[in-house]
């Protein structure tokens, strides 16, 4: 199975993500990171592959008190995720989704739901094309300490998740039309958010605090 060789990237072209069986839509550290002593499924012959089931990864993150990974990733009409990275997991793609085939709307695998394969912790029907992710551990925005902001490309939106654990506990949508389609999302080191679009005449936003 061959990847395509379209060059001019369009939602929904890419259907191939995972197969199951080749490396599309797995997750993959270099060796030397790869700790002998894992206990990994028979699925991952390669010892550099850490996750499978992974669709289309849009953003991530180091989460600032475990250290642990956390993804978000296009579902496709339908079912974007996010996901904490562990290694030996099945995200399940193309197996579960929460998504349905591009314009005809018909199931894709198995449903949403199968043992041996993890549930997002939180997901988007209809989708809002997830892209960058920072977590907000500065000083400006006390209230939104220790939250979780995604941008959106569809919705053109930044989305603020409250997070619980790794339960998402409250989602609010932000600036909804306002920039524009938002690419990427940082927490910059002055404790404001910014902002990049991706537009004709794009724009980098520094979001600050109402006075
Ligand atoms: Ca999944």
Redesign the pocket.
């Known amino acids: 199975m061959q990847p395509t060789t379209e060059t001019r990237p369009r939602r929904g072209f890419f259907r191939r993500a995972s197969d199951g069986f080749t490396d599309f839509g797995s997750f993959t550290l270099p060796t030397w990171q790869v700790s002998a002593d894992l206990k990994q499924p028979s699925w991952l012959r390669k010892p550099e592959k850490f996750t499978l089931?992974?669709?289309n990864m849009q953003g991530a993150a180091l989460h600032p008190q475990t250290g642990m990974l956390w993804t978000h990733?296009h579902?496709p009409q339908g079912?974007d995720?996010i996901?904490v990275m562990r290694s030996g997991v099945n995200?399940?793609?193309p197996v579960?989704?929460?998504g349905a085939n591009y314009g005809i709307g018909t199931k894709i695998g198995e449903g949403t739901r199968k043992e041996g394969?993890?549930?997002?912790i939180h997901?988007w029907v209809p989708s809002i094309a997830p892209s960058g992710m920072a977590f907000y551990t500065g000083e400006r925005f006390p209230r939104w300490k220790g939250d979780l902001f995604v941008g959106a490309l569809r919705d053109q939106m930044l989305v603020r998740l409250k997070l619980d654990g790794e339960k998402v506990a409250k989602e609010e949508r932000l600036l909804k039309g306002v920039l524009g389609r938002i690419r990427d999302v940082r927490a910059g080191p002055d404790g404001f958010l910014y902002l990049l679009t991706d537009e004709a005449h794009g724009v980098l936003a520094r979001l600050e605090p109402a006075l």
């Open positions: 089931g992974n669709r990733e579902g079912g995720e996901n995200y399940g793609w579960i989704t929460y394969m993890a549930q997002p997901y």
